[in-house]
Each structure stands twice: as structure tokens, then as C-alpha cells.
């Protein structure tokens, strides 16, 4: 048996919005694309991205991957993706991976895949562990991959959860158990990967990524937010159109530090979550006076 990875990959692994940033050109570049204005978002972004912005990289990137106000171009899509992920941008290092991937670079994928797993990325944890069960560009692993289906599951893919239950016929239950400890221990490393070290610390070492293009030019970013766990999200709307789902991300993730969107599609409808929070209480604080807003259990 084989995983289907490709016909998910793009389309109900949900599309991700634009990154913000500090850059005034590359807010004003998410606030066009918000109104549904993608020319003057690429009017605003194209030139930062030129000069080495890593969020405006990867926002040029989706423009291209997703066809807005543009022809589709996965060949450009991968080119900007990839600038972004040279300079470790989180959703460049992860889309640049499973474009990779769409473009039939599938060994070429792998270490990025493995980069945005580490960050804790669900598409990412998604598409690895299709690749790792199929023995698709890296060996079979089948007890690893059904550890990454699990944390790809945990963080709100249902395409992952549906994914496990055909992986539950064909892995053995010795090898379930193994990935069972595996995740467990993926949640605990991601969960300190995204800790703040104390100033007395010693720094963490991280290995590079051997590429073709290392020079990469300096940018600053903000520190991340604190990382987030728990089991509770909140449903904020249900949307005939998926980029309503999106431009409404766009709209409110400043009011939800630490927390992930994901785009949960049933039928013709595609739904905002946004999460994880520890408690319903906490989930319900979070809602404020956004409506509709209703905290729900994964």
C-alpha cells in the first residue's frame, strides 16, 4: 500500500497566509493582499524581497504558488520559497520543502522537511511521514512515520488523523507503541526548541544545512512568540471561500500570540482554527469580543 502525498499536499493541508512583519512595505503589502488587492501586494513586496526581506520572500513565493493576480508558477514559487529558507524563515524553510517535493525533488525535499519538523510544522510532519511509509526519496521507516502522522494529527491535520487510520491497518501494533514514545518525545523537543534560553544559558548548537547557496543576507527578526500547547482551539468561522478563511487570519493573529491557524475543510466549507490552548477557559478568554468565536476540543 502507498500513502497518497502529492494529491493532499496543496489542497487539504490548507494554504497559509501572508507573513507579517516590521517592514512598513511588507505591512502594506499584507494589508493590499487582505482587500483582495494581489497587484498592489506584489507592488509592495516584490521590491523588499529583492533586497533580502525574508518575510516579503516568502509572501512573493505564495503569490505565485497560489496564483494570485499572477499565473500560477511553481518554478518562481520555488525560487522565492527558497530565499526565504536560506535565511531560516520558519514557513519558507517548510513550504520550500514540500515545493520541492510538488516538483519532483523529492531527496532534494528531505532536509528541509526536516527543518520545519523541527520547528513543530504539521504539513511538514504531514508530508515526511508519507515519504518515510512510502520509502519515497528517503528510506522506509514505518515506526517514524507514523510518530511524525501522530504530531502532524496533534496539531489539527485532519488529513493527517484521516491518514493515521489507514496507517493502523498496515503497521504493526509493536511499531504503533514505539511511535507512540516516539511522538511523545517529538512534543518534548519541540516544546523546548521553542523556549526562550535564560541569558546564563549557553547557547543551543543547531547543524547547518549544507546548501548550494550558503551566503545568505542578514535580516532582523522578531523573536518568536512563546509556543503554545494544549488541546482546545478556537473555531473563528466557516467559509464557502477558502482565502475568507485566510484574509480573516490575516485580520486577527495579532490577538492570538503563540497560536497556529489551520484551515479545516468539510464539504464546501473551509473553517478558521486557531490554537492550541490549554483549557476551554483560556480558549474562551482568547475569543474577546471576536464573533463568532467558540472554543472546541481536538
Given at each position: 500500500?502507498?500513502?497518497?502525498?502529492?494529491?493532499?499536499?496543496?489542497?487539504?493541508?490548507?494554504?497559509?497566509?501572508?507573513?507579517?512583519?516590521?517592514?512598513?512595505?511588507?505591512?502594506?503589502?499584507?494589508?493590499?493582499?487582505?482587500?483582495?488587492?494581489?497587484?498592489?501586494?506584489?507592488?509592495?513586496?516584490?521590491?523588499?524581497?529583492?533586497?533580502?526581506?525574508?518575510?516579503?520572500?516568502?509572501?512573493?513565493?505564495?503569490?505565485?504558488?497560489?496564483?494570485?493576480?499572477?499565473?500560477?508558477?511553481?518554478?518562481?514559487?520555488?525560487?522565492?520559497?527558497?530565499?526565504?529558507?536560506?535565511?531560516?524563515?520558519?514557513?519558507?524553510?517548510?513550504?520550500?520543502?514540500?515545493?520541492?517535493?510538488?516538483?519532483?525533488?523529492?531527496?532534494?525535499?528531505?532536509?528541509?522537511?526536516?527543518?520545519?519538523?523541527?520547528?513543530?510544522?504539521?504539513?511538514?510532519?504531514?508530508?515526511?511521514?508519507?515519504?518515510?511509509?512510502?520509502?519515497?526519496?528517503?528510506?522506509?521507516?514505518?515506526?517514524?512515520?507514523?510518530?511524525?502522522?501522530?504530531?502532524?494529527?496533534?496539531?489539527?491535520?485532519?488529513?493527517?488523523?484521516?491518514?493515521?487510520?489507514?496507517?493502523?491497518?498496515?503497521?504493526?501494533?509493536?511499531?504503533?507503541?514505539?511511535?507512540?514514545?516516539?511522538?511523545?518525545?517529538?512534543?518534548?523537543?519541540?516544546?523546548?526548541?521553542?523556549?526562550?534560553?535564560?541569558?546564563?544559558?549557553?547557547?543551543?548548537?543547531?547543524?547547518?544545512?549544507?546548501?548550494?547557496?550558503?551566503?545568505?543576507?542578514?535580516?532582523?527578526?522578531?523573536?518568536?512568540?512563546?509556543?503554545?500547547?494544549?488541546?482546545?482551539?478556537?473555531?473563528?468561522?466557516?467559509?464557502?471561500?477558502?482565502?475568507n478563511a485566510e484574509r480573516l487570519w490575516g485580520q486577527v493573529r495579532t490577538r492570538f500570540p503563540g497560536r497556529q491557524p489551520f484551515y479545516s475543510?468539510?464539504?464546501?466549507?473551509?473553517?478558521?482554527?486557531?490554537?492550541?490552548?490549554?483549557?476551554q477557559a483560556e480558549a474562551e478568554k482568547a475569543c474577546g469580543a471576536i464573533k463568532p468565536c467558540m472554543a472546541v476540543q481536538h
Amino acid at each position: 500500500m502507498r500513502l497518497p502525498a502529492a494529491l493532499l499536499l496543496f489542497a487539504s493541508l490548507g494554504l497559509t497566509p501572508p507573513a507579517l512583519a516590521q517592514d512598513a512595505a511588507v505591512k502594506a503589502g499584507v494589508d493590499a493582499y487582505n482587500r483582495g488587492d494581489y497587484a498592489g501586494a506584489m507592488q509592495a513586496w516584490r521590491p523588499a524581497a529583492e533586497k533580502g526581506d525574508a518575510d516579503a520572500q516568502y509572501n512573493v513565493g505564495q503569490i505565485y504558488k497560489l496564483g494570485r493576480g499572477v499565473p500560477v508558477d511553481m518554478v518562481e514559487a520555488e525560487k522565492w520559497y527558497r530565499l526565504a529558507a536560506l535565511q531560516g524563515h520558519d514557513l519558507g524553510e517548510a513550504n520550500y520543502g514540500m515545493m520541492l517535493f510538488e516538483n519532483g525533488k523529492r531527496e532534494a525535499a528531505v532536509p528541509w522537511l526536516e527543518r520545519a519538523v523541527a520547528h513543530g510544522e504539521p504539513r511538514a510532519q504531514y508530508l515526511l511521514g508519507v515519504m518515510l511509509f512510502n520509502g519515497d526519496g528517503v528510506a522506509r521507516n514505518w515506526v517514524r512515520a507514523y510518530a511524525l502522522m501522530l504530531r502532524a494529527s496533534a496539531g489539527g491535520l485532519d488529513a493527517a488523523t484521516r491518514t493515521l487510520a489507514q496507517m493502523d491497518q498496515n503497521i504493526p501494533a509493536a511499531d504503533r507503541e514505539q511511535a507512540q514514545a516516539l511522538a511523545q518525545r517529538y512534543a518534548k523537543e519541540e516544546h523546548a526548541a521553542a523556549t526562550p534560553v535564560p541569558k546564563s544559558a549557553p547557547p543551543r548548537k543547531t547543524a547547518p544545512i549544507a546548501v548550494a547557496h550558503a551566503a545568505k543576507p542578514a535580516v532582523a527578526t522578531a523573536p518568536p512568540p512563546p509556543h503554545a500547547n494544549g488541546s482546545w482551539r478556537l473555531q473563528l468561522g466557516a467559509f464557502a471561500a477558502p482565502g475568507n478563511a485566510e484574509r480573516l487570519w490575516g485580520q486577527v493573529r495579532t490577538r492570538f500570540p503563540g497560536r497556529q491557524p489551520f484551515y479545516s475543510t468539510s464539504g464546501k466549507l473551509t473553517r478558521l482554527i486557531v490554537g492550541p490552548f490549554p483549557s476551554q477557559a483560556e480558549a474562551e478568554k482568547a475569543c474577546g469580543a471576536i464573533k463568532p468565536c467558540m472554543a472546541v476540543q481536538h
